[in-house]
């Protein structure tokens, strides 16, 4: 079979490596890929974004399976074009990926159906918004409705914090046209668990639950990121949890959206606090989480391929999914200076004996070597038998990976390893 991967990032590159695990796939293509990716993939300078590009690509190239990993093209309707076009794909079609591309949408939908979220209101004018914010308990959390990398959420402790947001996402346009409406929410606390799933509109199938790292620095400090590092399993995320939130959350959501002409087909990614008051929805995204894609993946014992023809097919009630009973760990190491102004273009060097467990994010290939060309660089993983094992290996790995300006956390996992009682690293 000859396979499609739309996007360029660690995500597609475990998406990818998964996929060659499946003895009937001869090619797979990788559109745009990136410089680490092309050692699984052929790897062709198209746009994740070029609807009209990928379609004319996949034609020619008689793809029997595609793959839209991205936020972006899913929402601009990237699975629509190419089904219109007669090819099979894995990811929610134009209307099911407003889940994730409008909060307000989302918002909206949980509400109708009593899915447990935070309190909210949205805004689409900017005085009333100000105005709002001058009661609004603190913390506050202001998100912009449309895409912005993983970045249009803001925290804000105070009133100045939070009018600031709310100024450089409607008036400054900090985030293009996906500022021009806004949420302001309430601020929940608890544990956050990241559960993505397999679902074909009718059975949902939720994958091994992560916990992700968005802070910048160690201790939770710093900027908010795409994400430092994951652990997986979740140790927050109980069986007793587990059951409730299929029963509360995720069986809701799937008949929520089939009800609205919506139904949503691929990964749908469920980002949860686990409150006092019980577990809510914190986001949806329509797609699979980077980087927790990066440690779900690896403990997935099932045939990638076979679940996402089985997705697309509307079949997945029929095969069993199954998940490894060990650990994994990922530590992102990235460019100094990242999320803000960054340098790039060293080079990479990674040892024979940890590229196996390397996922290229951000770096392109210059003259027969591998030099850095993004904030999250790479992703290295490793899996245990126990939590301990996986997070102390991913750090063994890390450490002999070497590039000019290379920074990662020393803390990935700590958190989860006090929940279980262990000893921190």
């Known amino acids: 079979m ?9 995500r597609e590159h475990a998406i990818i490596k998964k996929l060659k695990e499946n003895p009937s796939v001869t090619q797979i293509f990788a559109l745009p890929g990136n410089g680490g990716i092309k050692a699984d ?10 609807i009209n590009g990928i379609v004319d690509f996949a034609k020619e190239n008689k793809i029997d399976y595609a793959v839209v990993a991205p936020d972006d093209p899913l929402v601009l309707g990237a699975v629509d074009a190419l089904e ?16 994730e591309g409008s909060k307000v949408f989302s918002k909206e939908i949980m509400k109708k159906y009593g899915i447990p979220t935070a309190g909210y209101e949205t805004f689409s004018d900017i005085n009333a918004a100000l105005d709002y914010l001058e009661t609004a308990p603190l913390p506050t959390v202001i998100k912009a409705d449309g895409l912005a990398l993983g970045k249009g959420v803001i925290i804000a402790k105070t009133r100045d914090e939070a009018r600031q947001a709310v100024i450089s996402m409607m008036k400054d346009k900090k985030f293009g046209d996906s500022g021009s409406r806004i949420v ?13 799933s397999f679902t074909d509109g009718k059975t949902i199938v939720p994958m091994i639950s992560s916990m992700d790292h968005k802070r910048a620095l160690d201790g939770d400090t710093g900027l908010n990121t795409g994400g430092m590092g994951t652990i997986a399993p979740n140790p927050y995320y109980t069986k007793e949890t587990a059951n409730r939130c299929m029963q509360e959350i995720f069986l809701p959501t799937i008949k929520a959206m089939k009800s609205e002409n919506r139904t949503f087909k691929g990964c749908l990614f469920f980002g949860l606090m686990l409150t006092e008051d019980g577990p809510k929805v914190i986001e949806y995204n329509c797609r ?24 697309t097919e509307e079949r997945l009630a029929d095969i069993e999914v199954e998940f490894s009973r060990s650990f994994a760990a990922c530590v ?36 027969g070597k591998l030099i850095t060309d993004g904030g999250r660089v790479l992703g290295v993983v490793a899996i245990g038998d126990t939590l301990k094992e996986a997070i102390y290996l991913a750090y063994q790995r890390a450490d002999l990976i070497k590039f000019r ?10 958190r989860a390893l006090a929940a279980n009682r262990q000893e921190d690293i």
């Open 288 to 311: 699979f989480g980077d980087p927790e894609t990066q440690v779900v993946l690896p403990l997935l014992k099932t045939d990638l391929l076979s679940v996402m023809q089985a997705v």
């Open 84 to 99: 219109e076009a007669g090819i099979p794909c894995f990811g929610p079609n134009k209307k099911a990926a407003i889940i």
């Open 41 to 50: 993939a052929i790897c062709v300078n198209i746009g994740a974004k070029d």
């Open 332 to 367: 992102i190491m990235a460019s100094e200076g990242y999320p803000s102004a960054y340098q790039k273009g060293y080079e990479i060097e990674i040892p024979k004996v940890t590229a196996p467990y390397v996922y290229i994010a951000g770096a392109k290939e210059q003259g």
């Open 2 to 10: 000859k396979l499609l991967v739309v996007g360029g990032g660690g």
């Open 184 to 196: 302001i929410e309430e601020f929940l606390e608890g544990p956050e668990v990241s559960v993505l």
């Open 405 to 414: 300006n290379a920074f990662y956390r020393r803390d990935i996992g700590s």
